[in-house]
């Protein structure tokens, strides 16, 4: 039987995000991507002794996880199985009136890719799932079997900057007719199949594009980004932070551009000769560039490599 591997308590950019949220004494946050609980470990001693946190999770397993690495901190602590971009229902179920900061950890986690079982890498043959929350859903291997070619393509494209995305899609669509594809090492052997060259030496496996691409769809993940966006900036009390760590292009350019739309005063077409929409800046930017995980971080945690961080403010008034 396969060992599972634990959920990585190592957070990203640590220091970076404390400085970005600013946690203080009695203030209340929420980590909308808990995971193994370290970066909310973090949050939670800044804010001590009586500083509370809501831990939001789509995933079982990164709850119960979490439930073992924040104990110590008891009633400060509430943990729900919800997904980040339903933060305003949950807080209104709760009866809180809004937060003082949030953090966004997005993507998949270490633990994903490294419990084979889940299906989210093609290192270890397992069943195509790739659902982060497994209590309902499509699976990838539902996708494969079940999507048009042309929805195939789009996905592939989209999400995944796949070069080759028509040509693989295609190809999934013959060998589905013959035999489902279930596995990832079958995918993965299908995808290396269509990809020029990539039997000879190649930086990264020819399938990683297609895998994220599917992660994504299965996940809805881009669309959980943008409506958590905006009810993250809705929640947060006047001077609160939001602060969103991304790991691929796709995710970055969502959050930069909400960020700086957000940002702005007028927003009317500048054939106007005078402002009429008397739109107002909702969030003052904190981060004008991303901010990215140094040489020694990098060295001692390979997955800050891709790490970009960034943080907004709530205005007053």
């Not at 895998?211 to 943008?226: C, K, M, P, S, Y």
């Amino acid at each position: 039987m396969e060992e599972v591997p634990a959920f990585q308590h190592a957070p990203v950019l640590p220091v970076e995000v404390l400085e970005c949220l600013q946690p203080r004494p009695g203030e209340f946050f929420v980590d909308g991507t808990l995971g193994g609980g370290g970066h909310a470990r973090l949050i939670l001693d800044a804010t001590s002794p009586n500083g509370r946190l809501l831990g939001l999770d789509r995933d079982q397993d990164a709850l119960e996880a979490a439930s073992r690495t924040l104990a110590p901190y008891r009633d400060r602590v509430i943990l729900c199985h919800r997904n980040f971009s339903e933060v305003a229902r949950v807080l209104e179920e709760l009866d809180l009136d809004g937060m003082d900061g949030m953090l966004l950890d997005l993507g998949v986690s270490s633990y994903h890719l490294d419990a084979g079982h889940r299906g989210f890498s093609f290192l270890v043959d397992a069943p195509l799932d790739m659902r982060m929350d497994r209590s309902g859903g499509s699976t990838a291997a539902d996708i494969l079997a079940g999507y048009a070619v042309e929805d195939l393509i789009r996905i592939f494209r989209d999400y995944g900057e796949e070069r080759y995305a028509r040509r693989i899609a295609r190809r999934i669509a013959d060998t589905r007719d013959a035999k489902p594809l279930t596995s990832t090492v079958q995918l993965a052997e299908l995808v290396r199949d269509c990809v020029p060259g990539s039997r000879g030496p190649v930086r990264i496996h020819p399938a990683t594009r297609v895998f994220q691409a599917l992660r994504i769809e299965v996940n809805g993940e881009l669309d959980h980004v943008a409506r958590g966006l905006e009810e993250a900036v809705d929640c947060l009390r006047p001077g609160g932070r939001l602060a969103v760590i991304s790991f691929h292009s796709l995710e970055d350019r969502l959050v930069k551009h909400f960020f700086r739309d957000q940002s702005q005063g007028c927003i009317c077409p500048p054939r106007l000769p005078r402002c009429v929409c008397d739109h107002r800046p909702r969030v003052e930017v904190l981060t004008r560039r991303g901010i990215r995980a140094g040489t020694a971080e990098v060295v001692a945690n390979p997955r800050s490599r891709s790490a970009v961080l960034r943080a907004v403010r709530r205005c007053r008034g």
